[in-house]
Nanobody
């Protein structure tokens, strides 16, 4: 299992930017597909972005394409989510996720990811 700790959340005005980080410890970080999900109260956890083990392949939820960028530093055991042009509807708790199965890169279901961080709150004011 890999342990995940998110940071970087906060309050930002609409149009602003934030960069989330997720530090991983435990088994070899480069062996995991990494993902970001988000959740608002009363709604199911929603896929945001994912990145392959090498960092070459990425996928995004349609509403964040062109605004968010996922990246990873395998030497530093960290995955990032750069969020630009933030909108009030991006307000949520953001979670980092990891899974050893390379096939989850094509999945947008939170249930396919086995390891999770504790989440970090992102609030975008209008």
């Amino acid at each position: 299992q890999v342990q995940l700790v998110e940071s970087g959340g906060g309050l930002v005005q609409a149009g602003g930017s934030l960069r989330l980080s997720c530090a991983a410890s435990g088994r070899a970080f480069s062996s995991y597909v990494m993902g970001w999900f988000r959740q608002v109260p009363g709604k199911e956890r929603e896929f945001v972005a994912a990145i392959s083990r090498s960092g070459i392949m990425t996928s995004y939820e349609d509403s964040v394409k062109g605004r968010f960028t996922i990246s990873r530093d395998n030497a530093g055991n960290t995955v990032y989510l750069q969020m630009n042009s933030l909108k009030p509807e991006d307000t949520a708790v953001y979670y980092c996720a990891a899974d050893f199965n390379p096939g989850v890169l094509g999945s947008r279901s939170w249930a396919d990811f086995k390891s999770w961080g504790q989440g970090t709150q992102v609030t975008v004011s209008s």
